[in-house]
């Protein structure tokens, strides 16, 4: 399957919900419905009823904040309400060194994602998480979003068999699913029984440029924290991506140390009913993707 293209949405090749009549396109970026408040990202008009329940995997701690609380006020703002699970079914920790470490402040959120990340901390969703386990006896959720981070607690949580098999199940009733940065690995991780492979196998994905965690090594280390996932190097997210999801299928992102609009998707890749991003500058692009994929499910 070729990759997504980068400025519009091409609906999966299998739905659980209706086939596609005609290609749908995904509107261009002057012509995106009207953004709320950027200051109060998470403001939504009033409605009905949800549109559905979207599953937010979280470690302990560790999260990246802006990788977190973008899409999260984006699924919100769309009419989705958010369920998040950690193993333990305490509230998560997120990772805000970069809050305060200068040499990490390309990856520090913008203003709205600030504001954001205020506001899903104070939020009752988080303060008040299921376990992996509820959320694996539940089948009430319309999607699933993993974020990535780079805190200690990331080692554990991607590594979790509880949340494999909550990756697993979405997988298999062929629900929406999308990973960003880091998170990605939690997809690469989880094996399909039947195939004995990576439920990525076959797959077109991305995660988090190469190079960037190469700049990381340093900043991490001049912040006074190692870097999780290798303090000198080596276990980059796009080399265990690529191996999972086979030969060609590994989209190469760009490096891009800025927080895109969410127009700009050349870090985002769609593959059937999965979409991938790259870091946490992407989280704009990869969010307004997803809940494309979401509202032509709905629709």
Known sequence: MSPL???????????????????????????????????????ESPRAASKGKVLILLPENGNDPGETAIPYARFKQAGYDV???TASGKAGHPDTLSFRSPLLKASRPDAEGKAAFAQMMASKEHQRPVTFAQALAR???????????????MLPFLDDERAHAIVRKFYARQLPAAFLCHGGLMAARTINPATGKSVIAGEKVTTIPKNAERLGIAAFLGSGRPRVYGALGGNYAADEMARAAGNGNFVQPELGLKFRD?????????????VFGGGPWDARPFAEQFVELLEWRHG
Request: without cysteine.
């Open 262 to 274: 969410p127009g700009d998707r050349r870090n985002v890749v769609s593959s059937g009913n999965q």
């Open 139 to 153: 089948n009430d959720f319309a999607a699933l979003y993993v974020p990535g981070g780079e805190g200690p607690g």
């Open 5 to 43: 293209s980068r400025s519009t949405f091409t609906p999966p090749r299998t739905s659980a919900v209706r086939p596609p009549q005609a290609p749908i396109i995904a509107p261009k970026a002057s012509a995106r419905p009207p953004q709320v408040d950027r200051m109060d990202p998470i403001r």
């Open 83 to 85: 369920v998040f699970a």
